[in-house]
């Protein structure tokens, strides 16, 4: 592993000729269901479409891990590049509901909005990392760890744990919470004045998740700082932390009815801050990963929904599932639009604001899938919103594509913070929002936000940045660092 100064770019190899070979070889890939599709303008699109994703997947490991880019661009590939060609290709769409990807003017209009936003949100990427987007990442190994208020931390626990009775008691008992998804969100739905909205419902479900898992992501930060190379020398009062929130989280984030999201989220989260991928090695891990979990995993996961494989939908199939369904989504939003008109932030703003009841805000919307289902004609609701095609609902085409851009701005500033400044609060939260990606592109932002946001608030408040000492400056090295001995690379995924 060759070791440079801050000031010097070491010599790096690889990663760059991936950036360029990366396009090229996914369009490949998919070279058959493109050829496959009747219009040929929507093919191109969206074969550029994965070649974008592709590019941005590459500059997410080529110069060091940067989890919320490569987490972000992943997801996109899969679910607004792979899915849709393979459902245009073989005419089935999710829902049974082909019709509303069949014209093909309409399914143009929405890749093309899909190539738009997803372009702008890699502008953005790029845009921030600045003079520091030619160098290298810091040894994963080096650096100072970011601190936590250990009084955050119990403050969180003590909400989850004083929260979690009134849980098990609107469910019908600690046994529904291991029964299936579908049971238990009826059993709570019952109990409830306000079925699974308002006031009621969060103090009842979200709260008591979310502070759980915010109380977990706390106390493994804690326990972490204690040790270099894991959860050695632990504090006993840490452990014992720790161990109630992972406890609490057996309850309210448990694959047999807890949703996928908070599922992946807890995980996802959790091996990030403890391996802390920093290395250009780490990070075309991570990218493997993520896609082999997306288009192979991902599906599967509704066996704890149902409780059995009768309702599963595996293999090449599943693309054509209701778990990918944001295609068809994009279509609808623009039919929406085009009936009713941009809703001028209606959705984003009621999203974001979720805390507000309606009894105080009258004009509080509906999250946009719901709506747009509706205006489809659909009789079920739970279904996806991506994120670029809420904000089309809202900013019209130039508003989107501005947004998305001022997103993947902000987002590459906490990437750059996680390779430069590992000890500060800002590199602190990249694990949370980088599996927190797969919900917010997925949306509707009514239904992302309230979950999100209530976790990540929390582990804000609850950590603060270490300064850098004199020996912690980072060093830098270079991509092809998999040789490098385990001790020197202690922080980072082989």
Request: glycine share 10%.
């Amino acid at each position: 592993m060759s070791m440079t100064h801050a000031g010097t770019t070491p010599k790096t190899t690889g990663g760059g000729m991936f950036v360029l070979v990366a396009p090229g070889l996914t369009v490949v890939l998919l070279l058959p269901w493109i050829l496959e599709v009747d219009n040929r303008s929507t093919a191109m699109v969206l074969a550029a479409q994965a070649a974008v994703c592709a590019i941005g997947m590459a500059l997410g490991w080529s110069r060091g891990a940067r989890p919320i880019q490569l987490i972000l661009f992943t997801f996109l590939l899969a679910y607004l590049a792979v899915a849709p060609l393979y459902q245009l290709a073989h005419r089935r769409a999710a829902w049974g509901d082909f019709s509303a990807i069949a014209l093909s003017e309409r399914s143009f209009d929405a890749a093309l909005l899909i190539l738009l936003t997803t372009s702008a949100s890699l502008v953005g990427f790029a845009l921030s990392r600045g003079r520091h987007g030619s160098r290298p990442s810091p040894s994963s190994g080096r650096g100072p760890r970011p601190s936590v208020r250990p009084t955050a931390a119990w403050a969180t626990l003590l909400i989850a744990s004083v929260l979690t009775p009134g849980t098990l008691s609107a469910a019908g008992g600690l046994q529904n919470m291991f029964s299936t998804r579908v049971d238990r969100s009826q059993a709570i739905a019952s109990q409830l004045a306000g079925g699974q909205t308002g006031l009621s419902y969060a103090v009842t479900v979200l709260l008591p998740a979310a502070s759980s898992v915010a109380a977990f992501i706390l106390f493994l930060y804690l326990s972490r700082s204690r040790s270099a190379m894991g959860l050695g020398r632990v504090r006993a009062s840490h452990a014992f932390g720790l161990v109630v929130s992972s406890a609490l989280l057996m309850v309210h984030a448990n694959p047999f009815t807890a949703s996928r999201f908070l599922m992946i989220l807890v995980a996802g989260s959790a091996a990030i801050v403890i391996l802390a991928p920093r290395s250009g090695r780490a990070g075309l891990t991570m990218a493997a990963v993520g896609l082999f979990g997306v288009l192979l995993v991902y599906p599967l996961l509704n066996f704890f929904r149902y409780g059995g494989v009768k309702q599963l939908v595996s293999g090449w199939d599943a693309l054509a599932s209701p778990d990918f369904d944001g295609f068809q989504q994009v279509a609808n939003a623009i039919a929406y639009t085009d009936d009713h008109g941009i809703a001028g932030g209606r959705f984003t703003l009621s999203g974001l604001l979720f805390f507000i009841p309606r009894s105080i805000w009258a004009g509080k919307s509906e999250p946009a899938s719901v709506l747009v289902a509706r205006d489809r004609g659909y009789d079920f609701t739970n279904l996806s919103m991506p994120i670029g095609a809420e904000l089309f609902l809202d900013a019209g085409t130039i508003g989107c594509v501005a947004l998305m851009a001022g997103l993947g701005f902000v987002l590459g500033k906490l990437d750059t913070r996680w390779l430069t400044a590992p000890g500060s609060r800002a590199a602190a939260v990249v694990p949370v929002v980088a599996i927190a990606m797969l919900g917010v592109v997925r949306g509707p932002i009514g239904a992302s936000a309230p979950i999100y946001l209530s976790v990540l608030l929390p582990v804000i408040f609850g950590l603060r940045s270490t300064p850098p000492s004199t020996s912690d400056r980072p060093q830098f090295v270079d991509d092809e660092d998999a040789r490098a001995p385990l001790s020197r690379v202690a922080d980072g995924m082989p």
